[in-house]
């Protein structure tokens, strides 16, 4: 079974700055493409970022600049690094990848648990 972790969040002050991980674990053969959603209370769940395997990033309009996508192939890992954090980034980060697994031809999209952000001072 193949799951996915997410780590690194938690409650910064404006200005500041968070890196956000997304480990998979279990049977994978490769991750194609990786992203990062979020959920604001009573918002509708938007995507911040995406990066193919390909190395393309595409961003929100909101984060671009601040925050970057990236990732270590060797390790199953994805990750977003948050720099100056706004109050209106507070929200549930979700990472979602799309995972080949061993005796599979084809992928699909797996979702990582969420992780709260929160930037308040």
């Known amino acids: 079974q193949v799951q996915l972790v997410e780590s690194g969040g938690g409650l910064v002050q404006p200005g500041g700055s968070l890196r956000l991980s997304c480990a998979a674990s279990g049977s994978i053969f490769s991750i194609s493409a990786g992203g990062w959603y979020r959920q604001a209370p009573g918002k509708q769940r938007e995507l911040v970022a995406t990066?193919?395997?390909?190395?393309?990033?595409n961003y929100a309009d909101s984060v671009k600049g601040r925050f970057t996508i990236s990732r270590d192939n060797a390790k199953n890992t994805v990750y977003m690094q948050m720099n100056s954090l706004k109050p209106e980034d507070t929200a549930v980060y979700y990472c979602?990848?799309?995972?080949?697994?061993?005796?599979?031809?084809?992928?699909?999209?797996?979702w990582g648990q969420g992780i709260q952000v929160t930037v308040s001072s």
């Open positions: 990066s193919t395997s390909g190395g393309s990033t």
């Open positions: 979602n990848l799309a995972i080949t697994r061993f005796m599979s031809s084809r992928g699909r999209d797996y």
